[in-house]
């Protein structure tokens, strides 16, 4: 079965900075969809990302963007000028079936 | 408002009782998910439906049944032989279609006594 793991449970960044949260997955296929999912306190799951491991590029949305080494099974989410509503659980899925434990992100104004 | 909606928020329930969990959508998605989230551990997949009438077991749909009469429905029963009930559950719908985004419902809080 496929495995998503994400290492730091909680980070922090001062407002305006960069941050990078670390996702690492474990698969035999060749093409699967990865996700980044956003949970702030309401508990309302956000679409932050998506990249299609068949695609070379990283995909990027605004202030976000990944960092996608397929042959390590890597996702980095890269989120720049951190905004206080950036404040959140991040989750990394590996379609819609496998979640990692989440990475909580504090951000200091 | 085109949404998805999970009812009720809080639920209650004594031990050995079954108890449903509403799911409603009116995105006209073919795809439906339910998750457990627990601390410190993530979604876990339950159930999903890729059409009317058709679901499929996730990693821990012991104790737990569904249904899909309809394609905006998609309730979870939490059956007594769940072992560890008290939880908070989320469901999730989308276009079939593996790089569509998933909508999730506001979640349910269950917890028995």
């Known amino acids: 079965a496929q495995t998503v793991t994400q290492s730091q449970p909680e980070m922090s960044v001062q407002e305006a900075e960069t941050v990078t949260l670390s996702c690492t997955y474990d698969?035999?296929?060749?093409?699967?969809?990865l996700f980044w999912y956003k949970q702030p306190p309401s508990r309302q799951m956000i679409l932050v990302i998506r990249?299609?491991?068949?695609?070379?590029q990283n995909a990027t949305e605004n202030r976000f963007s990944v960092n996608f080494q397929k042959a390590a099974k890597s996702f980095s989410l890269k989120i720049s000028d951190s905004q206080l509503g950036d404040a959140a659980m991040y989750f990394c899925?590996?379609?819609?079936?496998?979640f990692g434990t989440g990475t909580s992100l504090t951000v200091i104004p | 408002d085109g949404g998805i909606t999970q009812s009720p928020k809080y639920l209650f329930r004594k031990e050995g009782q079954n108890v449903t969990l509403s799911c409603e959508q009116n995105?006209?998605?073919?795809?439906m998910y339910w998750y457990r989230q627990d601390p410190g551990q993530g979604l876990r997949l339950i159930y999903y439906?890729?059409?009317?009438?058709?679901?499929q077991k996730g990693d821990i749909a012991e104790g737990y049944s569904v249904s899909r009469e309809k394609k905006e429905s998609f309730p979870l029963t939490v059956t007594s032989a769940q072992k560890n009930p008290t939880a908070f559950y989320l469901c999730?719908?989308?276009?079939?279609?593996?790089?569509?985004?998933?909508?999730f419902g506001q979640g349910t809080r269950l917890t028995v006594v």
């Open positions: 439906s890729q059409i009317v009438n058709d679901f």
């Open positions: 990249q299609e491991a068949y695609k070379q």
């Open positions: 995105l006209n998605h073919d795809a």
């Open positions: 698969t035999s296929e060749s093409d699967y969809y």
């Open positions: 899925a590996y379609d819609q079936f496998y």
């Open positions: 999730a719908s989308r276009h079939r279609g593996v790089l569509t985004e998933a909508f």
